[in-house]
Nanobody, 117 residues
Framework: QVQLVESGGGLVQAGGSLRLSCAVS????????MGWYRQAPGKQRELVAN???????NYADSVKGRFTISRDNAKNTVDLQMDNLKPEDTAVYYC???????????WGQGTQVTVSR
């Protein structure tokens, strides 16, 4: 059974930093991409950043220059360093793993990030 366990969310003031971590276990399929999505109240879930296997990081325009994604293939982990956080970054952040076969997506349980003014 595939499990994605997230950690690192919380409350921070604008301009502050948080680091999200996601550990993946039980994955027996080849991974196409690992990354992070977020969903704010009343909005659709959106891609924040991801890294395709063998590829370069990909970022949403709204977080470029502020967020950094990193992936450890040996440990099956993916982290998101978030700097210069803004109130509009407030959302539930979800770890995502997409497998090669069928492009099936696995999701973490979500971790709340709240940025106060």
């Amino acid at each position: 059974q595939v499990q994605l366990v997230e950690s690192g969310g919380g409350l921070v003031q604008a301009g502050g930093s948080l680091r999200l971590s996601c550990a993946v276990s039980g994955m027996t399929y080849s991974i196409a991409a690992m990354g992070w999505y977020r969903q704010a109240p009343g909005k659709q879930r959106e891609l924040v950043a991801n890294i395709k296997t063998g590829g370069n990081p990909n970022y949403a325009d709204s977080v470029k220059g502020r967020f950094t994604i990193s992936r450890d293939n040996a440990k099956n982990t993916v982290d998101l360093q978030m700097d210069n956080l803004k109130p509009e970054d407030t959302a539930v952040y979800y770890c995502n793993v997409r497998r090669v076969i069928g492009q099936y997506n696995y999701w973490g349980q979500g971790t709340q990030v709240t940025v106060s003014r």
